[in-house]
């Protein structure tokens, strides 16, 4: 009785092992997928940008560069970075703001627009969209 179920343990700790490798070939082919998005936004000039990369800090440097370049004032903020995803910023009339990202244009949108109008937004439009794939 204790041969088959060390025989069977034994049998499933070599079946383990041998899948190891697959596994994390998949996750490191998986990582390397990866696309990261970042939208900054310079709330006293309006001014807005985009950054992709393959790691999250790059995409966030790339875009706060952009609107650091772009605005010069000096205000330019990183309110939203996403991986796998669409990004969205919308304003409002009144000069306030608001992220959203989801997995199509129109969660990305409906975010952004919702998150504006939570902060008090009028007349919330987006602004930009942004696909990180």
Known sequence: MLKVGFKKSLLTAIAV???LPAITQTAQAGAANNVFGAISYSPSTKVYSTGIAKTKQAAINASLNKCRR????????????????W???AVGSDGSYGTGWGTNQSLAKKYAV?????????DCQVVLIKQAR
Do not use: M, R, V
């Not at 772009?70 to 995803?85: H, I, M, Q, Y």
């Not at 919702?114 to 009028?122: A, S, V």
């Open 87 to 89: 990004g969205a910023l």
């Open 70 to 85: 772009e605005s010069a004032a000096g205000d330019c903020t990183t309110p939203l970075w996403f991986k796998n995803a």
């Open 17 to 19: 092992i041998s899948i």
């Open 114 to 122: 919702e998150t504006c109008q939570k902060y008090g937004g009028e």
